[in-house]
């Protein structure tokens, strides 16, 4: 408005999720859903089954999953989660 513009600014975004927020590897909400199937050896079409999404959305949460926990595939996954079960959340 200082400057003159008359238009509305859009609104100011909210940063990361607040379950992004308060885990300490910065999962979401549903990252951390699609987690704990993962690590109960669920693959992504029984995942998405399960949460009625598309296997493409869940490849995506499980693609940031691998990423967000360092991981080179599920079975790293798997393991770091019977070692950490903290990972999987508050309701893990």
Known sequence: AELGHTR???RARRGVYKAARNH???L????QEV???MASGLSNQDISDTLALS???VEHHASAVLSKLGADNRMAVML???K???LL???G
């Open 35 to 37: 987690l704990r199937h």
């Open 89 to 91: 959340g508050e309701e």
């Open 55 to 57: 296997k493409r959305t």
């Open 8 to 10: 509305a600014l859009p």
């Open 24 to 26: 300490p590897l910065g």
């Open 84 to 86: 950490e079960p903290w």
């Open 80 to 82: 770091r989660v019977q």
């Open 28 to 31: 979401t909400a549903r990252e």
